[in-house]
T-cell receptor, first 114, second 114 residues
């Protein structure tokens, strides 16, 4: 089945140690998103790629970066994770950004910072 | 910009009882409306959506939501819940013409008890 896959499902990293989260998709969608969801909070958009064009949300910390080497893969890099970065990270995709598109989400990666 | 308010953080209900999860939104432009469901340690799954047409939309598992423009609401209802409906439910909006950026509410935890 076509889907959005996030690896790993659970990631433990040390305070200040760079970490990379991975997202792949078989839907051939041209838009990919990264959301951060802290405990008991709403998912919050960090940034998205429209094809190769990177779009950063205004309040996304510089500590968060992203790479999209091709249509299928997108990575979230946290350069120096702090305790406050512990969260569920959700990847989503959509086919374009037209009126009737919808976003498809992966199962998320739960990041723990120790 | 848009915002979403889900006033109820938790809703306990007995199995086979009806339930309503409330969602109100604020937006300066017309919106599309969505309900997503999240099971423990899982990603978000689209439950139902309102894009245009009939203001009453239904999901395949018995949920329905009605778009009320005058009250800026999109409440989710089910006439008879099942244990398997226990999950967190997120209401989300997307502004028309604003790409595919979703703004989520803080979620409502539905707990179905025997």
């Amino acid at each position: 089945d076509a889907m959005v896959i996030q690896n790993p499902r659970y990631q433990v990293t040390q305070f200040g140690k760079p970490v990379t989260l991975s997202c792949s998709q078989t839907l051939n969608h041209n838009v990919m998103y990264w959301y951060q969801q802290k405990s008991s909070q709403a998912p919050k958009l960090l940034f998205h790629y429209y094809d190769k064009d990177f779009n950063n949300e205004a309040d996304t910390p510089d500590n968060f970066q992203s790479r999209r080497p091709n249509t299928s893969f997108c990575f979230l890099d946290i350069r120096s994770p702090g305790l406050g970065d512990a969260a569920m990270y959700l990847c989503a995709t959509s086919r374009g950004q037209g009126e009737y598109t919808e976003a498809f989400f992966g199962q998320g990666t739960r990041l723990t910072v120790v | 910009a848009q915002s979403v308010t889900q006033l109820d953080s938790q809703v306990p209900v007995f199995e086979e009882a009806p339930v309503e999860l409330r969602c109100n939104y604020s937006s300066s432009v017309s919106v599309y409306l969505f309900w997503y469901v999240q099971y423990p340690n899982q990603g978000l799954q689209l439950l139902l959506k309102y894009l245009s047409g009939s203001t009453l939309v239904e999901s395949i598992n018995g949920f329905e939501a009605e778009f009320n423009k005058s009250q800026t609401s999109f409440h989710l209802r089910k006439p008879s819940v099942h244990i398997s409906d226990t999950a967190e439910y997120f209401c989300a909006v997307r502004g028309k013409g604003g790409g595919n950026k979703l703004t989520f509410g803080t979620g409502t935890q539905l707990k179905v008890e025997l």
